[in-house]
């Protein structure tokens, strides 16, 4: 089987820079993704990492670390829409390689 | 493109009515899932489909539940008899044909199913 750890919320103030951390474990890896999802709306992709080291999206940029069955998102220069749920996701192949298994998500709270 | 289209938004029943959830995947898409997201069980995948075929149905909860997809562009997701421990909103999402590179799933706005 597989699963995912999050935790459940993080809290900072605009401008500021967070960082998501997710570890996991799975039965084969194909890579780790980011979603975010805003109360109320659906989740929408964000970065996708699929071998070692970090991918920069603007302000958002992803890290894994295959080793240590690891991954974070970070967020720089943080504003107030960037509260929302952010899941992390495995493709697995002991699942069958084309299902996503989502973590709990992180509730982030951004403040003025 | 319009993105996934689901319908209806919102939806409050009876218990024992049957509920029918409709999904239009994006143009082209060849893999259409079914998710379902609760408070206690969080984004759960129920069902996915490649070129209209069921591949794989291990999350569909029992057999109140069942999934169709007539054609490429059109895919149901019926709840009969429904239960109150049925309420959740339902995705639907859509994917090209998966490779080992970076792949997306797009989701529809959801569903917002209320059992009473």
């Known amino acids: 089987g597989q699963s995912l750890e999050q935790p459940s919320e993080v809290t900072a103030v605009e401008g500021a820079i967070v960082q998501i951390n997710c570890t996991y474990q799975t039965s084969g890896f194909y890579g780790l993704s980011w979603y975010q999802q805003h109360d109320g709306g659906a989740p929408t992709f964000l970065s996708y990492?699929?071998?070692?080291g970090l991918e920069e999206t603007g302000r958002f940029s992803s890290f894994l670390s295959r080793s240590d069955s690891y991954g974070y998102l970070l967020l720089q220069e943080l504003q107030m829409k960037d509260s929302a749920s952010y899941f992390c996701?495995?493709?697995?192949?002991?699942?069958?390689?084309?299902?996503?298994?989502f973590g709990t998500g992180t509730r982030l709270l951004v403040s003025p | 493109d319009a993105g996934v289209i689901q319908s209806p938004r919102h939806e409050v029943t009876e218990m024992g009515q049957e509920v029918t959830l409709r999904c239009k995947p994006i143009?082209?898409?060849?893999?259409l899932f079914w998710y379902r997201q609760t408070m206690m069980r969080g984004l759960e995948l129920l069902i996915y489909f490649n070129n209209n075929v069921p591949i794989d149905d291990s999350g569909m909860p029992e057999d109140r539940f069942s999934a169709k997809m007539p054609n490429a562009s059109f895919s149901t997701l019926k709840i009969q008899p429904s239960e109150p421990r049925d309420s959740a909103v339902y995705f639907c999402?859509?994917?090209?044909?998966?490779?080992?590179?970076?792949?997306?799933?797009?989701f529809g706005p959801g569903t917002r199913l209320l059992v009473l």
């Open positions: 143009s082209g898409h060849d893999y």
């Open positions: 990492n699929g071998l070692d």
């Open positions: 999402a859509s994917s090209l044909a998966l490779e080992l590179a970076q792949e997306t799933q797009y």
């Open positions: 996701a495995v493709r697995d192949e002991g699942t069958g390689f084309q299902k996503l298994v």
